[in-house]
């Protein structure tokens, strides 16, 4: 069945989204397949049903997008599936018989067999990350965030995390392994559409889940057969209900990469891709009631999931949106349709780097001026433009940045900068050039000279310092989780260990990342490979640490294949755009004389 046929079904009035007994049919004599069929269908027929229930699982048989949508549709279907935003492309069917692999609440993980020694780190690493994957209807669809023999209660680690798998999806396509990132892309697209509803709210089109699980749930009408649904999560079960603003992100980044290191086009060039990719930009280019280019979104919506101060504009969110704009730019199909929406990229574009390059940057210098600062400066022509009060400046920030070296502020907002070093959003801000020239290679600077306090035992400390004290009870709400030099607080995170080699290797700089994965390689598999170590130096694995976590150990591997290929982070990395670099220093230099008086008429 051709796209047409799907995109009939999501014209205004085929079916109503809300009721639970609606039915998007894909084929009107469709037959199911489960476990206990023996017989492989004619590929051509397709068998399964897209529930859109009222909740949150839709239920889909044994599904599989290979086919490409190709552009010679025409406007209609774009037009309805932008309706309905529940088209793909057309599905095959896998061919095979389902079979239950965990009962209702099971992960379709396989059960990971005795851990054996191997011959070198590296080589345990990769069984380890081949034990972690997750089928769905026996193809590869991403890894699960740990996968502990021995954790009796996974809590949501059993699940595939849209940010955990990126590591993973960069480890596949570095070794060849393709199919399992197409895969994630296609399958994670679809659950972008799913109606998401919480205390009666409905959140953005776009948003894509944080996370989804493989379930094996009873087949309607017959207690002996089985079926595998994709359940996502889209933060309504997170801890503290929070939306996950960098998933989406993070998914336009993977997709380039993917096309880059594959030479597979067809995959960004689906119709279906090309309108979740604009369904993402949509809601994050929306008009809002900020002033500043950059995004504005709630604690807990990015790495750091909890409450940790960074509500407001933080930077990684930042990093993160600045290359998913440019890598979406890369793939935008040309047409009538989207030249609104690149014209708003690009503005965005300009504005958003001026504004990072400018306010968030930090060094000596910098810091002396704001040292001298004068507050309440009312006029266009201020110098202290968010009214920054000089005694927000920390003592350990005076004796601690160093006369070579600065880097990019955790947070800006009116009256309140964040001094803390957050290490994604400076090392991504290299990686996307986001950052100057100047300041990527500032910025190494002062992770090198700072090394004993950002890597020390374990790299590396996703932010620092950690809040202490008071200071924690009024941040973080006294977590528990987050206590000083733990998890989020100042904890070692082995899988920034990837971030930082590319940016490294951006910058001609690969021995930085070599020591630091020289450090690491002495006992993260010694240790069963936690996701955090905890106190300054990372002596300790961190006291609520998973084992055998997936993205420390597919970042560790990320790391060690992009220090023997350098060539190949270019499949991670955005160029310096000139349009970009000239509008940011024009504008430098006009400051505000390119502002005119205004009148009320």
Known sequence: MGIAVVALHTMPGAFTTHSPASILSLR???????????????????????????????????????????EGNGPWVKDAMNNASQVLGDISVLGQAVSGNGGLNGSAAKTPPQRRKSSSVEDEAWELLQESMVYYCGSPVGTIAANDPNDSDPVNYDQVFIRDFIPSGIAFLLKGEYEIVRNFILHTLQLQSWEKTMDCHSPGQGLMPASFKVRTIPLDGDEDATEEVLDPDFGEAAIGRVAPVDSGLWWIILLRAYGKCSGDLSVQERIDVQTGMKMILKLCLADGFDMFPTLLVTDGSCMIDRRMGIHGHPLEIQALFYSALLCAREMLTQEDGSADLIRALNNRLIALSFHIREYYWLDMQKLNEIYRYKTEEYSYDAVNK????????????????????GYFIGNLQPAHMDFRFFSLGNLWSIVSSLATTHQSHAILDLIESKWSDLVAEMPLKICYPALENQEWKIITGSDPKNTPWSYHNGGSWPTLLWQLTVACIKMNRPELAAKAIEVAERRIATDKWPVYYDTKRARFIGKQSRLYQTWSIAGFLVAKLLIEKPDAARILWNDEDAEILNASSTNRKRGKKVLKKTYIV
């Open 28 to 70: 009107p004599d469709f037959t199911r397949i489960n476990s206990r069929t023996n017989s492989v269908p004619n590929a051509r027929t397709l068998q399964g049903v897209l529930r859109i229930p009222r909740l949150r699982s839709v239920r889909r048989l044994c599904q599989r997008i290979d086919d490409r949508v190709t």
């Open 386 to 405: 968010f009214n920054i009060y000089p005694d927000q400046i920390s003592p350990w920030l005076v004796e601690w940045i160093p006369p070579k070296g």
